[in-house]
């Protein structure tokens, strides 16, 4: 964790209000007063007095501050409890009735990926849904770490996971590392930051290297290698959310979708297709 990082959840802690927090996201952004106030087009002294909480903001004020700075509706909600507002984002269960038109849009997603590898995970990376061609690569993962809650990146980085069966390794940790990077850069979510450091205890290939791709250029995008029984399977992955979120699990919903970057990982892929 940096000293800015630290700093800023222990100052975040000891000063729960609206003004400390809406300062704390402010510096997170790297906005001055006065850049902050130009977005929201308000005065730098009316800033300045609210986050000294000299001046209380309305809810308007509140949500339109949190969208200046892309504050995430879970946090956003966490603004207008501070300010003294009741939330105005819901939080979903993804099985909830109220949810069934977001939970079909996934499964028909994961399901119309097959014979190719998808999943859904939550904002700190845990399992929510699969299609029926995961499981088939999860073979020998021991059981312990597919108990629910299913962390996806710890599944592919520790030792009784995929990580002896990940060909690059190396260059896959640097690629999960620098996304929650990014991850704890947008959130500032605490369980995310210990995740991190979690993960980076974790045992790294012996001699820093990985087998197989030392000099290899990355191409488009930092492929997955994964050995299998039929050979190394070469993927690429994108990321999917969905558009204008209005609630807060929804905006926190990501599909993992893998991609051949080959010939011989789409035919292995289709004939692993149940």
Do not use: C
Not at 25 to 50: F, K, N, P, V
Not at 76 to 99: I, K, R, T
Not at 231 to 258: K, R
Request: without cysteine; neutral net charge; glycine residues 4%.
């Amino acid at each position: 964790m940096s000293t800015q990082t630290a700093s800023q959840m222990q100052f975040d802690q000891a000063n729960p209000t609206f003004g400390a927090r809406l300062r704390n996201w402010r510096l997170r952004r790297r906005l001055s007063q006065e850049e902050l106030a130009g977005h929201a087009d308000i005065s730098t002294r009316h800033l300045s007095y609210i986050e000294t909480g000299r001046s209380n903001p309305s809810r308007e004020m509140v949500l339109r501050l949190a969208s200046r700075l892309e504050v995430p509706l879970r946090e956003q909600n966490a603004f207008l409890l501070a300010a003294g507002y009741a939330p105005v984002y819901s939080e979903s269960d993804l099985h909830d009735p109220a949810f069934a038109a977001a939970r079909q849009a996934v499964e028909l997603i994961l399901k119309s990926h097959e014979p190719y590898p998808a999943l859904a995970v939550d904002r700190r990376w845990n399992l929510l849904a699969a299609n029926a061609v995961v499981p088939r690569l999860l073979a020998g993962v021991h059981a312990s770490l597919l108990q629910p809650p299913t962390n996806v990146l710890r599944l592919s980085l520790d030792p009784l996971g995929l990580a002896p069966r990940i060909v690059n390794l190396t260059q896959w940790r640097e690629h999960l590392f620098e996304r929650l990077g990014h991850q704890i850069a947008a959130t500032a979510d605490p369980a995310l930051i210990l995740l991190l450091g979690e993960l980076r205890r974790l045992p790294a290939p012996e001699n820093g290297k990985d087998e197989h791709v030392q000099g290899e250029h990355t191409g488009i995008a930092v492929p997955l290698k994964i050995r299998t029984a039929t050979g190394i399977l070469n993927l690429i992955s994108t990321t999917t959310v969905f558009g204008s979120p209005a609630d807060v699990t929804l905006q926190e919903l990501a599909l993992e979708t893998f991609f051949p970057l080959d010939e011989f990982t789409r035919q292995a892929l289709h004939a692993l297709s149940p």
